[in-house]
């Protein structure tokens, strides 16, 4: 069942919602508040039992708004893949139903990505990015030292956190649907083809409450061989010498949460994490070294080993004509 329309906005805003009446009015009127006005918002209500459905049809004079109900319960993230088939607009930005995106949210990752055809998609962050300004433009091996050699990249990034061409995110195949970490694939899976761009960050409030689902104590474990198994892919982003110390960093972040584990007495997670990371006995012993991480490792630098600003901020050429950042 679907209501409402809106032909060939700019961006596609994905608010997907099961039972979260207290909050979605809010989450919705901060979407309709923003800046940037050229949108669609697609709401898609995942069989609540509560009044988010009716909260959400009161917004439906506003020709912005489309309304789906599903016939019947799919979960997070298969309705999250669900609800972007009804995207209709260039880019593709997911909000959840408890946040509040502040005003300015879309104007900033819009902009940004429009000026940037290089990047499939972009990415904001809670606090800000360790290295050069924002916008900052990571190709796939800059992504993957990011996040295997720096302070990473792929985990605590939200779906809420990127703003996608439509296009790319279909290509990408949408999110696998693996539970609670399929966010965390998903970075991985798409930094490996795809530029990323990197935007200001603190663009959106994350509310925390007790209706949330939880944090499973098993399910982080559970995806760490594929991320294993992506260091060893023929598309992996990183070679020789990088790759070696990736695995390393990656083995010796493994091990430390084994040992974690069991020091405080949660031996059943410390056997699963390391069953789970699917890492052989041989590949501990070629691996297992102390870490090596550097703060400003996987960011875009020039000619002179200076990180790049963005002539975008200086009152020059936009970012689509400056030079490609090194890696």
């Known amino acids: ?11 596609s805003v994905i608010t997907t919602t099961y039972n979260r009446e207290k909050y ?60 972007a088939t009804y995207a209709s607009g260039e880019f593709l930005k997911y909000h959840d139903s408890d946040d509040i995106m502040y005003p300015y949210c879309l104007e900033v990752m819009v902009r940004a990505l429009q000026s ?13 990015w360790p290295g050069g300004p924002c916008p900052m433009l990571l190709t796939p091996r800059l992504s993957y030292q990011r996040e295997f050699l720096g302070w990473g990249l792929f985990w605590g990034i939200m779906p809420a956190h990127a703003l996608f061409r439509t296009r790319v995110f279909r290509e990408l195949g949408g999110f696998p649907e693996a539970g609670y970490y399929s966010d965390v694939l998903m970075w991985q ?11 200001q960050a603190d663009l959106f409030w994350q509310r925390s409450h007790i209706g949330q689902e939880p944090m499973p104590v098993f399910g982080r474990a559970d995806v760490y061989s594929r991320i294993w198994l992506g260091l060893h892919a023929a598309d992996c982003p990183l070679t020789g010498q990088d790759l070696t110390r990736a695995k390393k960093n990656w083995a010796y972040q493994v091990f430390k949460e084994v040992v974690f584990s069991a020091l405080h007495g949660r031996l059943k997670l410390a056997w699963h994490t390391l069953r789970a990371s699917g890492i052989s006995a041989l590949e501990w012993i070629r691996y297992l070294r102390p870490g090596r991480r550097s703060g400003n490792t996987g960011t875009p630098l020039d000619d002179h080993g200076e990180f790049l600003v963005p002539e975008s901020l200086l009152g020059g050429e936009s970012p689509s004509t400056a030079k490609s950042p090194h890696g």
Request: charged letters at 20%.
């Open 189 to 199: 899976y798409a930094c490996a083809r795809q530029n990323v761009l990197l935007v």
């Open 1 to 11: 069942m679907a209501i409402g329309s809106n032909s060939s906005p700019k961006v």
């Open 116 to 128: 940037e055809p290089r990047a499939g998609f972009a990415l904001s962050a809670y606090n800000y």
């Open 24 to 83: 979605l009015a809010q989450a919705i009127e901060s979407v309709l508040s923003q800046t940037f006005q050229d949108l669609e918002l697609v709401i898609v209500d995942d069989c609540s039992s509560d009044r988010s459905v009716a909260v959400a049809q009161s917004y439906a004079f506003d020709p912005r708004v489309r309304i789906i109900v599903n016939d019947r319960n799919l979960g997070d993230y298969p309705n999250r893949n669900h609800a």
